[in-house]
């Protein structure tokens, strides 16, 4: 079973004002017209905006025409949960949790729009099995390890978790060659000795680590941020830091700079990488840094394959004990416009695979 958990109300966005609004995977051709009204936002040049609008609207009339559009509920099974809509305060996240995963589905996949959610999660399930091991395969660009002094949305709830005993091992799969040794080296010390880190590519090392993730008795949680997938390649548009990201909060930019950014997103989001994106305004600038890391939806399914067969050696599956119940693990940084279904189409892959191994 799928359960879209709702939004943590305190979270604030970097980018998108009322992003748990914007994500609509039921019906996918409405994302459409979603995008075409939201250029408009609070810019204070109505008629450059038009132009805009008009721009590419044109292109999204060819995106439209060139892909089949799939308005098919997207749910996996009878009996998933839709709460994406709704707002919860993080007080009360964790008793939620605690009511949701003890459904009468045996096994649960989360999704939501942020990984802030994983926290609460977690520590649900380890108060409902205070007894149990608990480690995590996180497939992500970045490693969400940094120091717990910093606010709770700062990249720290896989820290927080270690600190807290929640969980014993972090391997996080995905992060770019380029970035390991600096995500090591910001990693705070006392729990270096905790965490793994791997690129995209399933090897031998990659198994030694998952090995060692597992240990002899952990339940695996798998935590999945797709900012580390294909984003421009694959036309994933419905994902925290894609480069489409950006188009949501059109008047966050300067009018300077508004068109550049915009055709920046669409030439790197929609279109095949061809030439070197822009770095834009500060703000946005970590839009800039994925998107081309090389993970694909294969390489998700190899290394949660790898996982499976060690964990199956032993007896084990999976997921996360709760009563007699199974949390398999969550997808989180999920909202946006899907164009063309593409995210949508990613997130069915990966549940599936996670769901029905």
Same mark, same amino acid.
Request: proline share 6%; net charge positive.
């Given at each position: 079973m799928l359960i879209y958990l709702p939004h943590i109300l305190e979270e604030q966005y970097p980018y998108v004002r009322q992003k748990q609004k914007l994500f609509s995977p039921e019906n996918v051709s409405t994302n459409l017209e979603l995008f075409r009204g939201c250029l408009g936002v609070s810019d204070p040049e109505p008629l450059y905006v038009l132009a805009l609008a008009e721009e590419y609207d044109i292109y999204l009339d060819e995106v439209a025409q060139s892909f089949w559009i799939n308005d098919d509920p997207w749910w996996l099974g009878a009996g998933s949960t839709d709460l994406s809509r709704e707002s919860v305060p993080i007080g009360d996240y964790e008793s939620l949790i605690g009511e949701l995963v003890s459904s009468d589905h045996q096994n649960t996949l989360?999704?939501?729009?942020?990984? &802030?959610?994983?926290?609460? &999660?977690?520590?649900?399930?380890?108060?409902?099995?205070?007894?149990?091991?608990?480690?995590?395969?996180?497939?992500?660009?970045?490693a969400d390890i940094y120091s717990t002094a910093e606010p709770l949305w700062r990249g720290n709830v896989f820290s927080r978790l270690i600190e807290e005993e929640v969980i014993s091992r972090l391997f996080v799969f995905g992060v770019p060659q380029y970035r390991i040794d600096n995500v090591l080296s910001s990693t705070p010390e006392h729990i270096r000795d905790r965490v793994a880190f791997a690129d995209h590519r399933v090897n031998g090392e990659t198994r030694q680590k998952l090995e060692w993730l597992c240990g002899e008795e952990d339940e695996i949680f798998v935590s999945i941020d797709p900012d580390g997938l294909n984003t421009r390649q694959d036309v994933y548009t419905a994902m925290e830091y894609c480069p489409f990201q950006i188009l949501l909060d059109i008047g966050s930019v300067s009018l300077a700079n508004n068109h550049s950014v915009v055709a920046d997103a669409f030439e790197h989001a929609i279109r095949p990488p061809g030439q070197p994106m822009s770095t834009g305004e500060q703000t946005h600038k970590n839009l800039y840094l994925v998107g081309e890391e090389g993970l694909s939806i294969s390489d998700v399914q190899s290394v949660l394959d790898e996982t499976t067969s060690i964990l199956s050696s032993s007896g084990r599956t999976l997921g996360v004990s709760v009563g007699d119940k199974r949390l398999v693990g969550d997808i989180v940084e999920l909202f946006g416009i899907d164009l063309c279904g593409r995210t949508t189409a990613a997130v069915r892959a990966i549940s599936g695979a996670l769901l029905h191994p």
């Open positions: 989360l999704l939501s729009d942020t990984h &802030t959610s994983t926290g609460p &999660t977690l520590r649900r399930c380890k108060k409902m099995n205070p007894k149990r091991s608990y480690s995590v395969l996180c497939i992500d660009a970045h």
